[in-house]
DNA sequence: ATGTGC
């Protein structure tokens, strides 16, 4: 990127001010290295954002920003619909609620290693991966609705997990205000055999091992300690969320000019928050929510009957739940003033400070758990939220490491049974349904998580917890 | 990301 147009307000904190046609600066959050490798394109749509009507405070960028649709992926922009703010299918993402949960298993990796084949093998047969992957449940039309309506919640009552996993997962596992009559029948069509499936790209099951602690006393309130194995499951609302992410970009593109709404370009359609449209994409939203929570609610529920057939009497302890491809409603301090908005949360995770009313009561005191996921055969994260976060950035924090080549470029440079093979020396068991998908997931392929791990603890958008080192991994 | 796109 070239950072000659923006200015310095921070070790990695960087301005672009307001003008042109932008109703709010552009804040990007990354240390100078990772800003001169960052797309300029991120930059460019960042702005874009800026230029949205009712946009508040400003068009934020994650130190693992990229080149999304319309929204950059790492992307946090707040809407007041009482000044005319709008909601965005681009700046949710088609993935909606795609995001990580952790569990706990109370193994240590010295118990896990003689098992780790047949364990590998076992979670492979039990978790249905890969494009257009198919799960053992099937939904009726009002079991769908069912679904959509109660997230997580609606999987624990259906004998898929435990009450108390919910009071781990965001809005307690059951996102209200989800609107099924709004999610296509289309959309509702492709979802009837994707639950409990993993789906392809960079979603994964892994099993991993805690390799290092960088603050004892929140690891110790998450139940981490060095060398404990736990489970990160890193996936969303399947075909569903896509569809959804269809319909609705296809509606605003054509509502924009009838709301009189000025668009720089095509792939930033939204619709005021207050229109019919706004509120329908809402519904049918917070629906894809709901099917996210579900589905690794229910991947969860396949995960630990695997676990307990290899390892009888483990339990799994769900850490905490958390999504980045979201709008939400939050109340924010915005010029002194607490307001209503609408968080779009693309590539981007929430990260509620310590004593936030909304954390579960054995969580308040810490803050919440951000889960960053890594790529396969990478390290992951564990980080805290911090006091800092509300004020610089909606409380919010980065995602991943994401891309550092396209998955055409991967798949030229590498392939699938040399990175597996590569993966195994190292100690890395990879299970997957397609060789050429592992081609485009390699390591190399992505930028080092660390370096924006790094970033967004010096930015003080999320405290460094713990890292993660993947010790089996099941792809799609 | 996706009943993948060129």
């Known amino acids: 990127m070239d950072k000659s147009v923006l200015q310095r307000r921070g070790p990695c904190k960087w301005e672009l001010p307001a003008g042109e046609s932008r109703r709010v600066p552009v804040v990007i959050f990354a240390t100078e290295e990772l800003l001169e490798e960052m797309d300029q394109k991120v930059l460019e749509q960042a702005s874009n954002v800026a230029s949205l009507p009712g946009i508040q405070k400003a068009s934020f960028a994650m130190p693992d920003a990229h080149w999304g649709y319309g929204f950059p992926i790492g992307g946090v922009a707040a809407f007041d619909p009482e000044e005319g703010g709008v909601v965005s299918a681009g700046g949710v993402g088609f993935d909606i609620s795609c995001g990580v949960r952790t569990l706990l298993t109370g193994l240590k990796k010295k118990d896990l290693l003689p098992k780790a084949e047949i364990l590998a093998d076992k979670l492979f047969e039990v978790i249905p991966a890969g494009v257009g992957s198919r799960g053992k449940i099937r939904l009726s039309p009002k079991e769908m609705d069912q679904m959509l309506l109660g997230g997580a919640r609606w999987a624990v009552e259906q004998g898929w997990g435990r009450p108390e996993d919910l009071e781990r997962i965001e809005e307690k596992g059951c996102m209200p205000g989800a609107c099924p009559d709004a999610v296509s029948p289309e959309a509702k069509k492709r979802q009837e ?27 110790k ?3 981490l300690e060095l060398g404990d194995i736990v489970v990160s499951i890193h996936c969303g609302s399947r075909g569903l969320g896509h569809q959804i992410g269809t319909d609705f970009l296809k509606k605003m593109v054509s509502a924009a000019a009838s709301y009189g709404i000025q668009l720089p370009e095509r792939e930033l359609a939204c619709a005021p928050l207050q229109s019919p449209l706004g509120r329908e994409y809402l519904g049918a939203m917070r629906a894809g929510i709901n099917c996210a929570l579900a589905n690794r609610q229910i991947l969860t529920h396949l995960a630990r009957k695997a676990f307990e057939e290899i390892f009888p009497g483990v339990e799994l302890v769900l850490l905490y739940d958390v999504s980045h491809n979201t709008c939400k409603e939050e109340v924010h301090e915005i010029n002194g003033k607490k307001k209503r908005v609408f968080v779009h949360r693309k590539g981007a995770t929430r990260a509620l400070g310590p004593g936030h009313p909304d954390l579960p009561k054995d969580l308040r005191e810490a803050g919440q758990p951000v889960l960053i996921g890594g790529s396969m055969g990478t390290h992951s994260y564990i980080l805290v939220g911090t006091d800092t976060s509300e004020e610089l950035a909606f409380s919010s924090a980065i995602h991943g490491a ?25 100690g890395i068991l990879v299970r997957s349904v397609s060789e050429r998908g592992v081609a485009e997931e390699a390591p190399k392929a992505y930028k080092d998580v660390s370096l924006v791990v790094e970033a967004a603890h010096r930015a003080g958008l999320a405290k460094k917890v713990a890292r993660l080192d993947p010790l089996i991994c099941v792809k799609g």
């Open 402 to 426: 994401g891309r550092a080549m396209s998955r055409h470029q991967a798949t030229k440079l590498w392939k699938g049974r040399e990175i597996i093979r590569e993966l195994a020396e190292r």
């Open 193 to 219: 055999a994707e639950m409990g499936t993993l789906g392809s790209g960079n979603h994964y099951l892994e099993v991993q091992e805690v390799a290092e602690i960088y603050d004892p006393e929140i690891a």
């Open 221 to 223: 309130k998450f139940g």
